[in-house]
C-alpha cells in the first residue's frame, strides 16, 4: 500500500544532543513538508522540499537541519541549538511540485513525538 | 507571508447539534484543504476547495470557499462523538495551516 510513515512515533532526546526523524514516501510525490505542533496550537511549517536535492525553510526552521537526496526519503534533524524541541513532529508530501499554484491532497505521517529528557 | 485564522478556536456542543468553523486568509487562496486531526496522530483528508463559491460535501460535513477566496466555512450537520478531533485548514499553496479548532461533543 502507497503511504507516508514516519519513525519512531516516540523519541528520547538528551539535552545536547541531535537527534533524526525519519519521514518515507511510497507515493511518487515531488514534494515534501516538515511541521512542528505543540499542544493546543495548530501546524508550523519547518521545511519544505519541491525537488530531490532542494529544500527551503518554512517560518520556524531554525535549530533544525534536513536533506533529500532520495525523493522517498526527507529525513529532519532536530539539532542541539533547537532551544525548544518537545514537539509533535508531523511529515507530509504531496504530487504538485509548484508552491504557489496549489497541490493536490497532501498526505501525512502518524507523526513522531519527541521530548527531551 | 500567508496567514491562516481559525474561529473558534475551541467548541464544545451537545450530540446531535449542528455546528459551523470557519477559516479566514489573509491573501487570495489558490486553494483550501480541510483536514481532521484526532490528538497525538496524523491528519486525515476531508476535501480541497478550489474554486470560489465551490461547496463540497461529505456524509455530514459541508465545506464552502467563498467567492472571493479568502474565506472558508466548515458545516457538520447533526453532528455525533465520531465528529469529535481538531480541524485544521490549510492553504493549498506552500501548505500553511490555521491553528486548528478543537471540537467536543457532549453525549
Known amino acids: 500500500d502507497g503511504g507516508i510513515t514516519q519513525s519512531p512515533k516516540y523519541l528520547f532526546r538528551k539535552e545536547g544532543q541531535n537527534v533524526t526523524l525519519s519521514c518515507e514516501q511510497n507515493?511518487?510525490?515531488?514534494?515534501m513538508y516538515w511541521y512542528r505542533q505543540d499542544p493546543g496550537q495548530g501546524l508550523r511549517l519547518i521545511y519544505y522540499s519541491q525537488i530531490v536535492n532542494d529544500f527551503q525553510k518554512g517560518d520556524i526552521a531554525e535549530g533544525y537541519s534536513v536533506s533529500r537526496e532520495k525523493k522517498e526519503s526527507f529525513p529532519l534533524t532536530v539539532t542541539s541549538a533547537q532551544k525548544n524541541p518537545t514537539a509533535f513532529y508531523l511529515c507530509a508530501s504531496s504530487m504538485g511540485s509548484d508552491l504557489y499554484r496549489g497541490n493536490t491532497e497532501a498526505f501525512f505521517g502518524q507523526g513522531t513525538r519527541l521530548t527531551v529528557v | 507571508s500567508q496567514e491562516l485564522e481559525q474561529s473558534p478556536q475551541s467548541l464544545i456542543v451537545q450530540e446531535g447539534k449542528n455546528l459551523t468553523i470557519n477559516c479566514t486568509s489573509s491573501k487570495t487562496l489558490y486553494g483550501l484543504y480541510w483536514y481532521k486531526q484526532k490528538y497525538g496522530e496524523g491528519l486525515i483528508f476531508l476535501m480541497m476547495l478550489q474554486k470560489g463559491g465551490e461547496e463540497k460535501s461529505h456524509e455530514k460535513i459541508t465545506a464552502k470557499l467563498d467567492e472571493k477566496k479568502q474565506q472558508s466555512s466548515l458545516h457538520i450537520t447533526a453532528s455525533q462523538p465520531s465528529h469529535a478531533g481538531i480541524y485544521l485548514c490549510?492553504?493549498?499553496?506552500?501548505?500553511?495551516f490555521g491553528q486548528g479548532t478543537r471540537l467536543t461533543i457532549n453525549p
Open positions: 507515493l511518487n510525490h515531488d514534494a
Open positions: 490549510g492553504a493549498t499553496q506552500k501548505l500553511v
